[in-house]
C-alpha cells in the first residue's frame, strides 16, 4: 500500500507564491522519480514538473523560470515553489511517484490539491 498525500494548495494572487509538497509513504522499496502534473477544468492533465532521483529535472516550458522542484530522498517528499503565478496556473495539482511498491514498479498519485489564482 503506497500513499501520496499533497499540502499546500489554495487561493493566491496573481504574482503571489504558493509552495506545494507531497509526502510518499507505505511499502516503498525504490523511487525513481517524483513529479506534479497538473488538470485545469475542460483541459488534459499535462506535466508540470518532474525530478529523478539523482536530481535530474524536467519543466514545462509555461512553468519554467517561475516554478522550482526540489526533492527530499532521505523522507520521500517533493516540493513545487511556485512563482510569479497567474490565471493560467488554476488547476488540480496532483503528485505522482514513479516508485517499486512490493516487487511492483508503476506510478502512484495523490488525490490532488486546488489551486486558485485570482484576485
Known amino acids: 500500500q503506497v500513499e501520496l498525500v499533497e499540502s499546500g494548495g489554495g487561493l493566491v494572487q496573481p504574482g503571489g507564491s504558493l509552495r506545494l509538497s507531497c509526502a510518499a509513504s507505505?511499502?516503498?522499496?525504490?523511487?525513481?522519480?517524483m513529479g506534479w502534473y497538473r488538470q485545469a477544468p475542460g483541459k488534459q492533465r499535462e506535466l508540470v514538473a518532474r525530478i529523478t532521483s539523482g536530481g535530474a529535472t524536467t519543466y514545462a516550458d509555461s512553468v519554467k523560470g517561475r516554478f522550482t522542484i526540489s526533492r527530499d530522498n532521505t523522507r520521500n517528499t517533493v516540493s513545487l515553489q511556485m512563482n510569479s503565478v497567474n490565471s493560467e496556473d488554476t488547476a488540480v495539482y496532483y503528485c505522482y511517484g514513479d516508485l517499486t511498491a512490493g516487487f511492483v514498479r508503476g506510478d502512484y498519485w495523490g488525490q490532488g490539491t486546488q489551486v486558485t489564482v485570482s484576485s
Open positions: 507505505g511499502s516503498i522499496r525504490s523511487i525513481y522519480a
